[in-house]
């Protein structure tokens, strides 16, 4: 049976700690690669809101936004709080009402809207939300 010297047990714990790190590394590869990854990047939507409905208590107000150049009206949930501004380079508000979507409102505003489509989970339905709101077209 040949000896194994002081030197090649040296460089069998050095091989076994690389296989071991490179295993682990790759352990680490495979998991992040499989978790769900998700960003949200909103599309802006500039238009007019045509009616905002006055939301139940616990739930989100629904308003009826009618794009630029489009003809037909597209239906957005508005949760509470949505960032909101006033005018051009002013203030963001991080909570309250925009003032430009009164609910129970039907006079046409001219606004943009930072809208993100959701898809759904499980029973958690998907759609369309409004994340931000310029009170100004």
Do not use: N
């Not at 978790?35 to 616990?58: D, Y």
């Amino acid at each position: 049976m040949p000896k194994i010297g002081v030197g090649d047990l040296d460089i069998a714990q050095r091989a076994r700690r690389w296989a071991v790190g490179l295993l682990m590394l790759g352990i680490g590869v495979a998991i992040g690669y499989a978790l769900p990854q998700s960003t949200a990047s909103p599309r802006t939507a500039v238009g007019t809101v045509m009616s905002v409905t006055k939301p139940a208590v616990g739930t989100a107000a629904q308003i009826a936004f009618k794009p630029k150049g489009a003809t037909s009206i597209v239906h957005y949930t508005l949760e509470s709080p949505t960032p909101w501004q006033q005018q051009a380079d002013g203030t963001w508000h991080p909570t309250g009402q925009p003032p430009c979507l009164v609910p129970g409102s039907t006079t046409p505003t001219p606004v943009t809207l930072g809208v993100v489509t959701v898809s759904s989970v499980g029973p958690t339905p998907g759609g369309s939300d409004v994340v931000w709101v310029e009170c100004y077209g």
